[in-house]
């Protein structure tokens, strides 16, 4: 089975900061790490199969999967071409999910060009 490599847009490496620090900030240090651990495991783990997680309603090449411990999915682009993924957002239940969907949209339209 071909694996895919992995990476996050800066994007999405922002988005983990935050929630890091409203981790940290919410409860503790040790919580802010272990969501961090959590969330690069999960990104990890898209080499396989990235394709078995939910489909993005408008984007057929838009996946997103939960992590298990937090509240927060990570959303990536599957290109099939170049065995590569793509995250592209990582959104907290928390946050207002018409404005996110827009974010979402807005940094695919990004990465396309």
């Not at 503790?28 to 959590?38: P, Q, V």
Request: without cysteine.
């Amino acid at each position: 089975m071909q694996k895919y490599s992995v990476n996050l847009t800066e994007d999405a490496e922002n988005d983990i900061a935050e929630l890091m620090a409203f981790y940290e900030e919410l409860v503790d240090a040790e919580s802010a790490t272990k969501f961090f651990d959590e969330a690069m495991e999960t990104v990890a783990n898209l080499e396989n199969l990235p394709r078995a997680n939910a489909l993005f309603k408008e984007d057929p090449d838009v996946r997103k999967v939960q992590m298990n411990n937090h509240k927060v999915a990570i959303i990536y682009l599957v290109d099939d071409d170049r065995y590569e993924v793509i995250a592209v957002r990582a959104y907290h239940q928390m946050q207002d999910p018409a404005q996110y969907q827009e974010s979402v949209r807005e940094r695919i339209r990004k990465l396309r060009g």
